[in-house]
């Protein structure tokens, strides 16, 4: 039998091959847009739910300053300090909850992309997220996050089954979507090398629709900006597969 642990523990030495397909040169372009068309000019940026580090390194390249990224899971973090430490990139990683930061800031913006979001069950979870985002944030500072939506998971992972393989390491995956709960799962078994025991993770998010989470930062101090359609300045909609939130913490009132 499959041993259960944590999602990410077992996929976390394999994850960049995995994802191999994914271009974070195109997120971090995009992300650099976002700032430029909101006026932002952070002289610090934190990556929430950063994973191996990929974006944060991509954002990096084009000069936007990440200093921290954060992430749940330990085993990733692990990986994105080995990458740091052999591209001799000066980022901190640490593990930290999405709902609860810590002493993490001042910072002037931040990110959590590639619907890490969606990993946070209840909406006040949510809202305990863009809380600690925001007790974190310089005024004026800005926080850029993506969702996927019930179209994605419609199209895509209503019944998905696929097998990959690499150096060291292959896995089964099922994604299957629960309309009634709004629920989307992920199922790995992960079987690696030297092991005789497979590994078992089971992702869960929530699918939350678009005013919901505009609920959620109303709830807050943070001021929305916009929802863009995923990779666009269209507006956001339930037909897109991904939706790109602006937020802000309200700019400091000025002198006099």
Known sequence: ?????????????????????VDYGEWAGYLGQLFARFDCRPASVVDL???????????????????????????????AREH???????????????????????????ICMYDSLNYLLETDEVVACLEAVHAGLEPGGLFVFDVCTERNSLRY?????????GPGFAYQRHGYYDAASRMQMNDFVIHREGHRTPLHELHRQRIYRLDEIDAAIQRTPLERLAAFDGFTFAPGSEEADRVHFVARRPPAPSAG
């Open 1 to 21: 039998m499959p041993q259960d642990v944590p999602p990410y523990a077992g996929l976390a030495p394999f994850y960049d091959h995995a994802m191999r397909h």
């Open 49 to 79: 739910a950063c994973g191996t580090g990929s974006i944060s390194f991509q954002l990096r390249a084009i000069g936007l300053p990440v200093t921290c990224g954060i992430d749940g899971s330990p085993a990733m973090v692990t990986i």
């Open 84 to 110: 740091a430490l052999r591209a001799g990139q000066l980022i901190q990683f640490e593990v930290r909850d999405l709902r609860d930061l810590g002493p993490l800031g001042p910072y002037g913006a931040a």
């Open 157 to 165: 992972f209503r019944q998905f089954r696929e097998r990959e393989a």
